[in-house]
C-alpha cells in the first residue's frame, strides 16, 4: 500500500513500492505488526452481542421461517416461504458474527498466518457445535467453553494430552447421545422451569394479597 493506492499481487517481485510504501500481507509470512487490542472484557461484550442477535432472530418470524426451511423444505415452501431468501439472511448473520470473531481473535496475535485457519481449526469449531446440540445456544456455550479450556488443562500431560482428550470427547459423545441421557435431561429441565414457575407464581399471589 502506498500513494497511488493498495495493489495485490502473487509474488513479491512484481510488487513496486513507494519509498513510503507498506507491505501489508506479506505472502506466507502473514500480516505482521499488529497491534494487540483484543481483551477478555471486549470478548465477552462480543459473546453477549452475539447470544443477543442469535436468541432474537430464533424468536422471531424470520428465525421461525428459517427453521422451517431448514425441517423441511417443501412444507416450507408449500406455505409461502422462499427457501433461497431466508437461506441467504441465515448466511450472511452468521457470517457477520464469524466475521467479529475472526477479526478478534487476529486482533489477539501481533502475526496472523493462514496456518492458525488449518482443517483442525474447523474440526474444533464443528466439535463445539456438535457436542452442544445442533440448535441448543446455551449447550454451544457451555461445550465450547469445557472444551477450550480441557486441552490447555491437561497440557502437563505432554504426549498423552490429545490420546486423553479424544477419549474424552468420545465419552462425552457416547453419554449427550443416549436417549436415556436426553431422558433425564428432559424430566431435569422441566423440574426446574416447574420450580422457578411456581416460585414466580407464589410471588405474583403474594403481591396480589397485600
Given at each position: 500500500m502506498d500513494g497511488q493506492g493498495?495493489?495485490?499481487?502473487?509474488?513479491e517481485e512484481s510488487v513496486h513500492l513507494a519509498?513510503?510504501?507498506?507491505?501489508?500481507?506479506?505472502?506466507?509470512?502473514?500480516?505482521?505488526?499488529?497491534?494487540?487490542?483484543?481483551?477478555?472484557?471486549?470478548?465477552f461484550v462480543l459473546v453477549l452481542f452475539t447470544l443477543f442477535v442469535v436468541l432474537n432472530l430464533i424468536n422471531s418470524k424470520e428465525g421461525?421461517?428459517?427453521?422451517?426451511?431448514?425441517?423441511?423444505?417443501?412444507?416450507?415452501?408449500?406455505?409461502?416461504?422462499?427457501?433461497?431468501?431466508?437461506?441467504?439472511?441465515?448466511?450472511?448473520?452468521?457470517?457477520?458474527?464469524?466475521?467479529?470473531?475472526?477479526?478478534?481473535?487476529?486482533?489477539?496475535?501481533?502475526?496472523?498466518?493462514?496456518?492458525k485457519f488449518n482443517f483442525n481449526t474447523s474440526i474444533n469449531i464443528l466439535v463445539f457445535v456438535v457436542l452442544g446440540g445442533m440448535g441448543n445456544i446455551l449447550g454451544?456455550?457451555?461445550?465450547a467453553t469445557?472444551?477450550?479450556?480441557?486441552?490447555?488443562?491437561?497440557?502437563?500431560?505432554?504426549?498423552?494430552?490429545?490420546?486423553l482428550y479424544a477419549v474424552v470427547l468420545i465419552l462425552v459423545m457416547l453419554i449427550t447421545w443416549s436417549p436415556k441421557f436426553k431422558e433425564a435431561q428432559s424430566v431435569f429441565t422441566d423440574k426446574v422451569k416447574n420450580t422457578l414457575l411456581k416460585k414466580l407464581f407464589r410471588k405474583k399471589e403474594v403481591g396480589g394479597n397485600g
Open positions: 493498495l495493489r495485490v499481487a502473487l509474488n519509498a513510503d510504501g507498506k507491505m501489508i500481507v506479506g505472502g506466507p509470512l502473514g500480516a505482521t505488526h499488529i497491534t494487540r487490542i483484543a481483551t477478555f472484557p471486549v470478548g421461525r421461517a428459517i427453521k422451517a426451511a431448514r425441517d423441511n423444505r417443501i412444507a416450507a415452501e408449500s406455505v409461502g416461504i422462499n427457501v433461497m431468501t431466508f437461506k441467504m439472511k441465515a448466511f450472511v448473520v452468521s457470517a457477520f458474527l464469524a466475521g467479529m470473531a475472526g477479526a478478534l481473535y487476529g486482533l489477539n496475535y501481533s502475526s496472523v498466518m493462514a496456518t454451544s456455550v457451555i461445550s469445557v472444551l477450550y479450556i480441557l486441552p490447555e488443562a491437561m497440557r502437563s500431560l505432554q504426549d498423552y494430552r490429545m490420546i
